[in-house]
C-alpha cells in the first residue's frame, strides 16, 4: 500500500481544494493521521503575516486540524503571491523551484503522519520549473492519483486528455471524482448528467463519485460535507488507495 495520494485536476478551479479538503476529513474523522501537503502555492493569503496558502487553510478548516506545532513550509514549501503558474510566480520572485525540496518535506511529514494526500497545483502539465510539469512531480511520487475534473462542457475532453497523458507516463490513475463548482442552470443541467457516462464510455478507471454544489462548507460541521461524503464511494477509493478494512 502506497503511505500517498495525489490529487490531480484536469485544470484549475475543477474541485481539487474540496475533494482533498473532503478526504482529508473522512480520514481524519476516522483516526486516520493524514495530512496535506500543497507543494506549491500561488495566490497567496498576503494580508496575513507570515503569508498563508489558501488552500491548506481550506483543507484544514474542513477538518478542524491546524497542526501548529510543525513549519508551515513543510505542508506549502513554496508559496508565491502571484496567481499565476508555478513556473512564472518562482521566476517572478527570483527563486526556482526544487523537486528534492518537495520530496524531502514530503518525507518529513510522513516521519510524523500517517498518510500523506498532495494537492497539485492546476492542470498535469503545468509547469514548475521550465522543464518540470505536475506530471513530472506525480511521477517521481509514484502513488496512486485522483483525477478531478468539474461537470461542465468540455469535461469529456479534458479528463481524457488528462488520463492519457497519465497513462502514456506510465502513471495510475486510481479514479476520477467530478465535482460542480457552480450551482448547475437548468440548461447545463443535461449536460452535467451525460458528462459520467460519457467518460465511463472510454476508460476502465472508475469514478468513485459525482459531487453536486455544496452550499455551505465554509467549516468542519457545514452541512455541506454529508452531501460530500454521501456523493463518495468510499469503499471503492479506500480500496482503490489500499486502504480499506473490513
Ligand atoms: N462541489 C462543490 N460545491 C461547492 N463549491 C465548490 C464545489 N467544488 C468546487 N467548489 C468551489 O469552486 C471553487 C474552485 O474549487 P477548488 O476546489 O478551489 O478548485 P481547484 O483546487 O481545482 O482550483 C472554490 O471556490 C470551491 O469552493
Ligand atoms: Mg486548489
Redesign the pocket.
Known sequence: MSDRVFIA?TG????????TAGILRYLRQREVDAVVMKPVQTGADTAQQPWRAP?LE?HWRAAAFDPQDEPYSRFCPYLYAPACSPHLAARLAGDAIDPKVIHQNARALLETHEYLIV?GAGGIYVPLTDRYTNLDLMKEMACPIIL?AHVALGTINYTLLSLESMNHAGLKVAGIIL????PLSESARFIAEDNPAAIEAFTEVPIFGI????ED?THAEAP?WDAFEEAIDWELLLTQLGLWHD
Open positions: 485536476g484549475t478551479d475543477v474541485g481539487k481544494t474540496v475533494v488552500d481550506a494537492e478531478v465535482s460542480t463548482p457552480e459531487v453536486p454544489w455544496l462548507i455541506g
